[in-house]
């Protein structure tokens, strides 16, 4: 593919610095743009003389117009990704992800030289909600979504659907299943690690256990994206992101105990909101992922090998 120019909003976080690195591997042009909120600037030391770094808010910058210039496409990845939060501050999502976004957008349609740049979109598996069609297909409804999160996200794909159709912007949706790997910074592999550490005796786990979701390893996810992206011929497309398969929630103390060395660890369930995690937590989630499968990508880790994997990354990355 020809060389082109990146934007890639929350490039310093988790999924965003693989975006970076492999936009690069393919010989890009990148610009990052992230306010270090949750993002760090050492996940992208290795290449901070080959991209340029803007750190900026895109909540609260009067100049993304100019950051925009130039860009022939954004993958807007910025967002607080914290389902947890919103039982408790529900102004969060609404300012991180729906406005951001609002703004993100504006910004786009107005861009001075040449036409709009596209946009992919990194949305969740939350906005099905409690869905009752498992594996859930892209096309199922009515979407409910339970968690603040789940909510403002569905509300930026709308704000995306919306613009695409009036500007004339090509877009693209992706709706991931739960990523994980090396540089993450939450998540279920991150906060039993750091549990444990802390008390090599025994383990929370959130909710009853019983739990199903499914799990995608980072780079498996950001190669799909960039996959159906620079495949993409219509407007606008919306893809679920993940594996075929899931996993138990109560299989994941065994993979992070027995990769720690640890043996006779006492696991606590704390029951949860009805038996999931937390209030907004969906308790089964598995991703009807055929769409983007047909386009050519296929993912390299199932599930469970994607954990396997990831919690010895999580662990090299935090031993340093
Ligand atoms: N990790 C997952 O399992 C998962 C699952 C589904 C969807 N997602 C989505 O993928 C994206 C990346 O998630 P992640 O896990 O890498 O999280 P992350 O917190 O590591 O990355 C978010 C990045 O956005 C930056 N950011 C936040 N608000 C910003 C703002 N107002 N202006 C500029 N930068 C801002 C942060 O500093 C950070 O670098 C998010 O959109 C998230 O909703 C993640």
Redesign the pocket.
Known sequence: MAKRSYLV?????????HMVDALLERGHQVKV????????KEFLSHCMDRIEFME????S?PDLIESLEGVDHVY??????DVRVGADDTWVSVE??II?TYNLLEAMRKVRTGPPPSISF?????VYGNATVLPTPENYGPLMPISQ?GAS?LAAEALISAFSDNFGIKASVF??????GS?????ILFDFYHKLKADPTQLEILGDGMQRKSYIHVSDCVKGVIHATEGQESRFEYYNVGTRDYTVIKEIPDVVVEALGLENVKYNYTGGHKGAGWKGDVKFMSLNVEKIINTGWMYNLNSRQTLERAVREIISDLSV
Do not use: C
Not at 76 to 81: E, G, R, S, T, V
Not at 183 to 187: D, I, Q, V, Y
């Open positions: 909003t929350g490039g310093a976080g988790f999924i965003g610095s743009y992230d306010n270090l909120s949750s993002g760090k900026k808010d895109l909540v910058d807007h990845i910025a967002a607080n990704p991180q992800n951001a990194t949305s969740t598996s939350t999160y996200k709706r991931f299943a739960n990523v994980v540089r993450s910074t939450h998540g």
